[in-house]
């Protein structure tokens, strides 16, 4: 590894065999909305298993800068004291949200229901991001924005002194503004209602309903998800216990599924049904990955997960599966260099307003490592070819932990190694990344 003012260089070599247990941090869309519920409640919240990456800990310096007491208690503990609904401080400075699209998205709903004014930017990766798709919504709602060109940070909020409940269809299917809506909506009186014609994550729906809100989740007469908050709910303080992150998991175990010998143990992944379409599609490709011990924490479905090396082929991904698993092309793209034939992943649009561009930094970087891809409309298609994968490029990470994180892992099964230009944006949701493979066998 290198590091050259800040940018840390890093290589994959090829590896034999992976072996042992992959604990993986907690999941960051759990921890950032503990985080702001614990805030946004009356009293003392107590979280386990918080993930401790760079993008939960603007959360947690926003919450602080805003009058919350949120304290770090060692090993992933945290204590979070809330001043109610509406009792929010405006801050003195500037929220800095780093590359966190989450924090800065979720907390604009918050900030839309608190009458005050806040300053929101971020890193060059966060300042790029479409964030109309958020204020949009919020505005109908009464808060006002000033904003960059297309809605991007920075931005200036004017929290809403009167907010008005609404009724409001999705444009596109995105659990960031979902919940920013819902967030908005605690401060309304009256009902607001979000209908997802695809639905999305809904741990804001069920950590709501854990701190005491009332959400009702229907269907509507067209198959869309209807979901009504009920406004200003007195959120009781409560203890969360935070599972691990399904999305860091991905990586250990796409690890294990192209190394010649594998066998790895990830104990209580969260798997929540609208996050693990990445284990529907490994599993369809003929992965092998045992689940036992299911069972619910903090309203939160887990289950420990043990993967095991063996032969994958490409499969057709349907474009209604993407929601589920958003975050995880980069890892199935490199999977299915490893699988026999093509995979085509179908319906990708939205990953061109990650952190970045995924549908070129993944077809980029497979390109540099010898596999054969292309990008048709919204359309990825790897062609994959098992046991001959060549390796041997440098990736270009562009402020991407996933991509970053990906490519390693694509270098424990390549014939040559593989480099990543940046790994410093694992941090943000992985810490300890390195130090997990290696103790598996990674090199
Ligand atoms: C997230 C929702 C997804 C996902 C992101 C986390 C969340 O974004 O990509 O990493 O915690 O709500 P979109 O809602 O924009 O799809």
């Known amino acids: 590894m290198n590091r050259v003012n800040g940018v840390r260089k890093g290589v994959s070599q090829p590896v034999a065999a992976l072996y042992g247990t992959a604990a993986v941090p907690g999941d960051k869309s759990a921890s950032h909305r503990a985080l702001m519920l614990g805030g946004l409640a009356v009293g003392e919240t107590r979280i386990e298993g918080l993930l401790e990456g760079e993008d939960v800990l603007r959360t947690a310096a926003a919450m602080r800068a805003m009058g919350c007491e949120v304290e770090t208690l060692g090993s992933g503990a945290w204590r979070v004291v809330g001043v109610g609904v509406g009792g929010l401080a405006e801050p003195e400075d500037v929220l800095d949200m780093g590359n966190a699209g989450t924090a800065a998205r979720l907390l604009m709903g918050v900030l839309a229901g608190h009458n005050m004014t806040v300053f929101l930017t971020g890193d060059a990766s966060l300042r790029s991001r479409p964030m109309a798709r958020v204020s949009t919504p919020l505005q109908m709602m009464g808060a006002q924005f000033i904003t960059r060109e297309a809605g991007r940070l920075p931005l200036a909020i004017v929290g809403a002194a009167d907010p008005v409940p609404i009724e409001y269809r999705l444009p596109v299917p995105s659990a960031q503004v979902k919940s920013a809506i819902l967030l908005a909506g605690l401060s309304a009186p009256g009902e607001t209602t979000v209908i997802e014609p695809e639905a999305t994550r809904d741990h804001t729906e069920r950590m709501l309903c854990h701190f005491g809100a009332t959400v009702r989740t229907e269907t509507a007469e067209d198959g869309a998800g209807r979901i009504t908050l009920v406004g200003q709910p007195e959120l009781a303080a409560t203890d969360i216990v935070v599972p691990r992150d399904i999305s860091s998991a ?29 284990l529907v599609t490994l599993r369809e490709m003929g992965a092998k990955i045992e689940e036992t011990n299911a069972r619910d924490v903090a309203g939160e479905p887990v289950a420990d997960l043990v993967v095991t090396s063996g032969p994958l082929s490409g499969v057709t991904v349907p474009a209604a599966r993407a929601p589920s698993m958003i975050d995880e092309y980069p890892i199935l793209a490199v999977a299915a260099a490893f699988a026999e034939g093509d995979t085509r992943m179908c319906g990708l649009g939205e990953l061109r307003v990650k952190e970045s561009d995924r549908l070129a930094t993944v077809r980029d970087g497979l390109v540099a490592n010898g596999v054969d891809v292309t990008i048709e409309g919204d359309d990825l298609i790897v062609r994959g070819r098992p046991g001959a994968v060549p390796g041997g490029g440098v990736v270009e990470a562009r402020h991407d932990h996933r991509i970053a994180m990906s490519f390693l892992v694509m270098g424990v099964g390549t014939a040559d190694p593989v480099g990543v230009d940046d790994m410093s944006p694992i941090d943000t949701s992985f810490p300890g990344f390195l130090l997990l493979m290696n103790e598996l066998g990674a090199s």
């Open 250 to 278: 991905a990586f250990p175990i796409v690890a294990g599924l192209i190394t010649n010998e594998a066998s790895i143990s990830l104990p209580c992944v969260g798997l929540n049904p609208h996050r693990s379409g990445l």
